[in-house]
């Protein structure tokens, strides 16, 4: 199933962390990833996440050849610092590849402020880079446009397929009380000139999140595609060789954008049904049959039966892949319609996006506190199966045979003819007929979620708590049905969402710690915490009011479709963590 977008060209980007690459064939190339951040001392800084941009460089399609000079673009208002601004001229991370030398300049810094606003390609605690936002902006016509006018290419020309992108993310910071700008291919090749200086001092602005601000996750241009950590930091030879690249591709074409028929989570029991109707009355002498086809095996329910001109629901009980991926599901049958007879579902893996590390001089000042998500609930499905019984119905049937006879005494002396009579040979016969009777099922998920300030929170009272420390979250679910374990599952997912990210961007996929159908959810173990918690940390910069957490929870599964629900719950912050620290000098 797909459905048509208006665009002057088409744009794919396929994603594994941050990387960039779209179009022309349909094979995308972006992903990224990051981390917490340290910002530094103030000689060496990065001054905020707005210090950031990209450097943008038109390529051949086929061959790679550089069209025109490198440009680069960032929202942030430099002028008053771009004339100071230490940098390596409009290199591109081909032309490095390719030979380059690293020259450092001390004026002469040209960038262009794009007409909209880009969205962040840099992570940092407070403003996290969305690969789908990235997706978004770099594959509109206003981006095409933006490149067209400051290249002098014409946008046509440039998104007809002749072209690529390539895109490389830019950095402002403070490295010894000199302001820089870098690329990330950059940064690497003059930490490796600094002796590992660089990198020293900003372990985590430059050897992770820039370095990992965007990589390729298809090899294309003659540059690998990268398959390590998206969290961890990366060495010098990894950003000057594989890291810190994207790749956009145009083609002169409307755009058809898949869309699934469903969404299965990884690694999931899960219920796909369709409808089976029937003119015809299909009964116990004929059974109907409907089989999945699933990648490579095929799942059959037998013994359907349905009265005429009526349907119900057939199904499929399976188990997701352990991977992400689509997966296509065929669906036939020996008697009656199929309301589908093939299903393109997509399999998500929730578990690759959890928030990064808070920091303690972390900072968001235009923060505002977002609207609860609206996602709706469905707490109750009911369903059904058709069964039939024979009903008797003995009639008579008569079969009357003549019979013929011989003389009786009773005949006169002169009868000449032979006698006879008729005999009723018939036999009773069941002309009964198949009764249905509908079966019905039902199922409903109650659900409840808590969360609490974590134990080693040391001021914590009741449900007040100070930011900058952690909490704890459980959620309990029961599926309550009458129905055959074929028919059903527990609730199998819970994914938490949090204010600090707008509910968007990041999220935590909790830990099922019993299962069946009355499961129960925690965090997972936290890799940032020292004794390996199933803890949240809350940002330290976060305001005093409610700190609400949603969380939803789903893959209860039915024939009548999945059960979910949305639930909440607040600790209220007052104060920060720093209040709970006295500093004095030593005697």
């Not at 390539?166 to 910071?173: H, K, Q, T």
């Not at 060495?235 to 002169?252: A, K, V, W």
């Not at 910069?541 to 009548?560: K, L, R």
Request: charged share 15%.
């Amino acid at each position: 199933m797909r459905k048509v977008l208006s665009s002057l060209f088409l744009c794919l980007i396929l994603l594994c962390s941050t990387t960039m690459t779209a179009f022309a064939d349909g094979n995308g190339n972006v992903d990224g990833g990051g981390g917490n951040l340290n910002q530094g001392t103030e000689a060496y800084n990065w001054p905020g996440s707005s210090y950031q941009g990209v450097r943008v460089t038109v390529v051949d399609a086929t061959s790679g050849a550089i069209i025109c000079n490198p440009v680069d673009f960032t929202n942030k208002n430099i002028a008053s610092i771009a004339g100071r601004i230490i940098h390596f001229g409009k290199v591109s991370k081909i032309q490095y590849r390719n030979g380059a030398s690293l020259t450092p300049q001390s004026s002469g810094y040209v960038y262009y402020a794009p007409t909209n606003a880009m969205p962040p390609v840099v992570s940092s605690n407070s403003n996290p880079a969305s690969i789908a936002a990235i997706k978004r902006y770099f594959c509109s016509e206003g981006a095409a446009s933006m490149v067209a006018n400051r290249t002098g290419i014409d946008v046509t020309s440039l998104t007809d397929g002749t072209y690529k992108l390539v895109i490389e993310p830019v950095i402002y910071l403070i490295y010894n009380h000199l302001y820089y700008a870098m690329t990330t291919t950059e940064a690497g090749l003059y930490n490796r000139m600094l002796g590992g200086d660089l990198g020293a001092h900003f372990p985590t602005v430059v050897m992770k999140n820039l370095a990992l601000a965007l990589f390729l996750e298809n090899a294309d241009l003659g540059f690998q595609a990268w398959t390590g950590s998206k969290t961890t930091a990366r060495t010098t030879d990894e950003m000057i060789n594989i890291l810190g690249i994207g790749i956009i591709s145009y083609q002169g074409a409307p755009v058809t954008d898949v869309v699934y028929d469903a969404e299965y989570r990884i690694d999931t029991d899960v219920i796909t049904a369709v409808t089976l109707s029937t003119t015809n009355e299909i009964n116990s002498d004929s059974t109907a049959t409907v089989s999945f086809s699933i990648n490579g095996r095929t799942y059959r329910m037998t013994d359907i039966v349905i009265p005429a001109n009526r349907s119900q629901l057939v199904w499929v009980k399976w188990h997701t892949p352990s991977s992400p991926g689509e997966v296509n599901i065929s669906i036939s049958t020996n008697k009656g319609t199929l309301s589908n007879t093939s299903i393109h579902a997509n399999v998500v893996d929730m578990n690759g996006n959890p928030p990064p590390d808070p920091t303690a001089d972390d900072r968001n000042d235009s923060f505002r506190t977002p609207s609860i998500p609206n996602r709706q609930n469905v707490t109750s499905l009911s369903w059904g199966v058709w069964s039939c019984r024979w009903h008797a119905n003995w009639v008579w049937v008569p079969d009357w045979d003549w019979e013929s006879g011989s003389h009786s005494a009773s005949c006169p002396a002169n009868c000449s003819s032979s006698h006879g009579h008729w005999v009723d040979n018939g036999e009773y016969e069941d002309q009964g007929w198949y009764d249905y009777t509908w079966h019905s099922y039902s199922a409903s998920l109650s659900t409840s979620m808590d969360i609490s300030a974590d134990a080693k929170n040391p001021t914590a009272s009741g449900n007040v708590m100070k930011s900058g420390y952690g909490i704890n979250m459980t959620a309990s679910t029961r599926l309550n049905s009458g129905a055959p374990s074929s028919h059903i599952t527990g609730a199998q997912t819970c994914v938490a969402y949090f204010p600090e990210f707008q509910y968007d961007y990041y999220w935590r996929l909790l830990e099922r710690t019993s299962g069946g159908y009355s499961a129960d959810f925690q965090f997972q173990q936290n890799e940032y915490s020292t004794y390996n918690r199933r803890v949240h940390f809350t940002p330290v910069w976060y305001p005093n009011g409610n700190y609400t957490v949603y969380g939803i929870i789903m893959d209860a599964w039915t024939p009548g479709g999945m059960l979910q629900a949305g639930r909440t719950d607040s600790m209220a912050i007052r104060d920060n963590l720093f209040s709970d620290w006295h500093v004095r000098p030593v005697n």
